[in-house]
């Protein structure tokens, strides 16, 4: 399930320019032609013990398609709408071939992955940029 394509590459920094509006597009591919993929965008995340800044910003899915590669699956990360304060955010992307874990319904989350925790059989993808916000 590693991603076929990532734009812009893993790791970029993200900039909104008042011409130019940064739109992540991720294709992910999955042998097993069956599976749903279940996505979560989250920001400062995995946090620091001293903060508690992380939170999921958007849940997706990419439903099969009957071939390897899923459809493109694009996002627009956009500061002023989720209230991000300015500077320097950590920006994830987890991608799961099994539902996330919830601890509200009484799953046993990883402590160290409280957000996106996945079943034992599961494969978890992570992607991760930082988003600069004005």
């Known amino acids: ?8 590459p893993e790791g970029e920094i993200i900039t909104k320019s008042s011409d130019d509006r940064p739109e992540i597009s991720v ?8 599976d749903l993929l279940f996505l979560r965008f989250l920001v400062d995340y995995p946090s620091d013990p ?17 071939e390897v590669a899923r459809s493109p699956f694009q996002m627009l990360p956009q500061c002023d709408r989720v209230g ?12 799961s071939d ?15 992955a409280p957000l996106d925790s996945v079943p034992f059989d599961a ?12």
């Open 98 to 112: 099994r539902p996330f874990l919830d601890s509200v319904m009484g799953d046993d989350v990883d402590p160290n």
């Open 50 to 66: 001293d903060t508690s800044g992380a939170r999921l910003l958007l849940l997706a899915s990419l439903p099969p398609s009957g």
């Open 27 to 34: 294709v992910f591919g999955d042998e097993n032609l069956s």
């Open 1 to 8: 399930m590693p991603p076929n394509a990532v734009a812009p």
């Open 123 to 134: 494969h978890r993808v992570r992607i991760l940029w930082l988003l600069n916000c004005p």
């Open 84 to 95: 991000f304060g300015p500077g320097l955010h950590r920006l994830m992307l987890s991608v």
